[in-house]
């Protein structure tokens, strides 16, 4: 079995994938404050829950842009599963043209996403990233990446008017039955879905403008799905989208995996920071 981990600013998904089938996934908040041993007994549970054993898990491969949770994330897979894990960016190359005036500033999880919807969709496409933040990547015709364009997640902008507003509420991100609210929680919530659609809406067609052939718009991440029912623009949703590229990359590179499994590694607590 191979257990896929994509390490985001809010949240980690962890998905299992057995004789290249996806099995399942869960999800828990980032947070640089959970011990090794913490992360350990909540990868058991899952494992538990979904019926399988850990041991039974050959390979883990990891796509991170959170540097600071890293040092425990790894030494929790050392002691929980005897493997030593495999990150997309360090130990192994995504696989992919990067275009990029700087490749080493695009996030790894962006070009993971650029494997996985290549092989899924086909060429040309642009894809829509949902989370905290929102990122659009370009991918040519050739399947090179690019670049794109990245703007404050609608989460976060909805906190920030909250914490900045002194009389606006912490509201519910939900899409408003009118454009026009009656009440300042649906005036808030009709700005916010209403908003971002229309700023999706402009960056995609500024984006295909600039791309040559008949571009697909793949949308993903947390909020993707409730986005896209607003959203014409968007011809797919892939919730999966991080995990099945980290798949793609781990059968790519197999011969990375042969021997990362290791004896059972005792982490001394006071080592956790």
């Not at 980690?12 to 947070?31: C, D, K, P, Q």
């Not at 370009?138 to 990446?145: E, F, L, Q, T, V």
């Not at 797919?236 to 059972?264: C, H, K, P, S, W």
Request: aromatic share 6%; with cysteine.
């Amino acid at each position: 079995m191979l257990l896929a981990i994509d390490v985001g600013n809010t949240n980690m998904v962890f998905g299992l994938y057995e004789a290249g089938e996806f099995v399942g996934s869960f999800r828990i908040s980032t947070n640089g404050e959970r011990t090794s041993d913490e992360l350990g007994m909540i990868i058991l549970q899952y494992y538990s829950f979904l019926g399988r054993r850990a041991e039974d898990t050959s390979a883990v491969i990891i796509a991170s842009v959170v540097p600071p949770v890293m040092y425990t994330l790894v030494n929790a897979i050392r002691k929980y599963l005897c493997l030593q894990p495999k990150c997309v960016g360090k130990d192994i190359d995504a696989g992919i043209v990067n275009l990029y005036n700087n490749p080493r500033e695009v996030g790894v999880d962006r070009l993971v996403n650029a494997v996985s919807a290549v092989e899924k969709y086909g060429k040309p496409l642009i894809i829509v990233d949902m989370g905290t933040a929102i990122t659009f990547d370009a991918i040519d015709r050739d399947g090179a990446y690019l670049g794109g364009a990245i703007l404050p997640g609608i989460k976060i902008a909805m906190e920030a008017l909250f914490q900045k507003a002194a009389k606006l509420p912490r509201i519910d991100i939900a899409p408003s039955a009118h454009a026009i609210g009656k009440t300042t929680v649906e005036s808030m919530q009709s700005g916010a879905v209403r908003g971002y659609v229309g700023a999706l809406k402009g960056v995609i067609l500024d984006m295909k403008a600039e791309m040559d052939g008949q571009v697909r718009v793949i949308a993903t991440g947390g909020m993707g799905r409730m986005m896209a029912q607003h959203c014409s623009l968007i011809d797919e949703v892939d919730a999966n989208l991080t995990l099945d590229g980290l798949l793609m990359i781990y059968d790519r590179n197999r011969e990375v995996f042969e021997n990362t499994r290791i004896q059972r590694v005792l982490v001394d607590a006071s080592e956790e920071v």
